[in-house]
């Protein structure tokens, strides 16, 4: 039984870029969570998605959205990078709140 | 901004020394979640305490929820070189999960 899985696991881009992470939650698993880890911190909590809607979300700039599809899959968009956006990017999967499962992550590095 | 605070922030000890990682909050939470997370992988989930008083015990892992569910603790005895990771609390608030910074244990041979 496949777990969570994020794609790219890691990734280059330049400031000012745009990027998109993807996320394929655990089966079984209805909402999708994003989550920012800096270097040395806890993850911080981005979104929330379940049935297609984002119902949460951390204190986070609008140039972070979201989309989730009807497989229950999901992307996170970033535009105008910044520097500051290099991160681990964890997307956790659960079913009704139960179950958090969360995948390798996607490093991002902003250059 | 962390709103659990974890302490220490880094513990090393001997293998077969037992070692305990605190988190405290000013705030109530449905329940409580602690994750140990190795480099370049997420977080695992180890166990998830909601009653206040609740004691959970995971093989040599021993888990504690406090009364007015603000603070947890987890003790390890008998550490062992897998037990190296770094230890993460974290609230659960609806749905969204506010985390510690972290503790990072590194238990050597």
């Known amino acids: 039984d496949a777990g969570v899985t994020q794609s790219p696991t890691h990734l280059i881009k330049t400031r000012g870029q745009q990027v998109t992470l993807r996320c394929s939650p655990k089966?079984?698993?209805?909402?999708v969570s994003w989550y920012q880890q800096a270097l040395g911190q806890g993850p911080q909590f981005i979104f929330q998605y379940y049935e297609e809607e984002e119902r949460q979300r951390g204190n986070f700039p609008d140039r972070f959205s979201g989309h989730q599809f009807p497989n229950y899959s999901s992307e996170l968009n970033v535009n105008a990078l910044l520097l500051g956006d290099s991160a681990l990017y964890l997307c956790?999967?659960?079913?009704?709140?139960?179950?958090?499962?969360f995948g390798s992550g996607t490093r991002l590095t902003v250059v | 901004t962390q709103l659990l605070e974890q302490s220490p922030q880094f513990l090393s000890i001997q293998e077969g020394e037992n070692l305990t990682v605190y988190c405290n909050s000013s705030?109530?939470?449905?329940?409580l979640q602690w994750y140990r997370q190795e480099p370049g992988e997420g977080p695992v989930l180890l166990v998830t305490?909601?009653?206040?008083?609740e004691v959970k015990k995971l093989k040599r892992l021993t888990f504690q929820f406090g009364d007015a569910r603000k603070d947890s603790s987890l003790h390890i005895t008998a550490a062992q070189p897998g037990d190296t990771g770094l230890y993460l609390c974290?609230?659960?608030?609806?749905?969204?999960?506010?985390f510690g910074a972290g503790t990072q244990v590194v238990v050597t041979p």
């Open positions: 956790a999967s659960s079913s009704r709140g139960y179950g958090y499962t």
């Open positions: 974290a609230g659960d608030s609806w749905g969204k999960l506010q």
């Open positions: 705030s109530v939470f449905s329940s």
């Open positions: 305490v909601v009653t206040g008083g």
């Open positions: 089966s079984g698993h209805d909402t």
